[in-house]
């Protein structure tokens, strides 16, 4: 337990040291049990900044990449939150620590049935949609702050539609290979876009995404 938190206590100098200078955010990392989210054979790794595999052919993301993407969507206390592509469930307890409401959704149903057991084990009273997640929550919308952590050909209208005029979305867009981060504000003007570092995501698939 002890080397645990030393652990835990590292990867937040880490991120911190890489430009993660959010505390409430940095405090939600520390607090999430990655090690909950992985393999038991790969949960020596948890706290390492690095992409880990998970089912399905997919990862739970580098925690740099989690730590930068939930900081650029500047979460509030009061925000209703929607996510595209649950994974492992990771980044929806991050949010959860961060957000008012958090909604997620996930295309893949072991990983959905996976997400929905664990968190719900960890008490994250979270909203779990098995759905094509291009094609957003529109049940629940407008939503404060959406994230997308799979990477896509180009922005989804579905979700820009589904944001409130003052909202965001955060968005890697580009090929399969490679992604830029998309910043994306909703005005009453339209939205304006700010476009930030490159990563690599597996592929958003759905209407709105890539289709193989």
Not at 34 to 53: C, G, H, I, N, Q
Not at 62 to 77: E, N, S
Not at 85 to 112: D, N, P
Not at 148 to 173: C, E, F, N, W, Y
């Amino acid at each position: 337990m002890i080397l645990l938190e030393e652990e835990k206590k590292n990867l937040v100098e880490h991120l911190w040291s890489k430009g993660i200078k959010d505390e409430v955010l940095l405090k939600a990392i520390y607090n999430v049990p990655r090690e909950k989210f992985v393999a038991p054979a790969l949960r020596k790794f948890a706290y390492d900044d690095s992409a880990l595999p998970i089912e399905c052919a997919q990862t739970i993301s580098q925690p740099f990449t989690v730590a930068y993407m939930t900081q650029a969507l500047g979460v509030k206390q009061e925000d209703k939150v929607l996510e595209i592509g649950t994974g492992s469930g990771y980044q929806a307890a991050i949010l959860s620590e961060l957000a008012a409401e958090v909604f997620t959704i996930e295309r893949i149903e072991k990983l959905y049935e996976n997400a929905k057991k664990l968190l719900t084990e960890l008490a994250y009273n979270i909203h779990l949609k098995l759905d094509d997640g291009s094609l957003g929550w529109e049940e629940f919308a407008p939503y404060d702050k959406i994230i997308v952590t799979a990477g896509a050909p180009d922005i989804p209208h579905h979700l820009t539609q589904q944001m409130k005029s003052g909202g965001r979305l955060v968005i890697p867009v580009g090929t399969q290979e490679s992604q830029r981060l998309f910043v994306v504000a909703k005005t009453d003007e339209g939205l304006d876009k700010k476009i930030y570092e490159y990563f690599k995501f597996v592929p958003l698939i759905g209407e709105e995404g890539w289709h193989t």
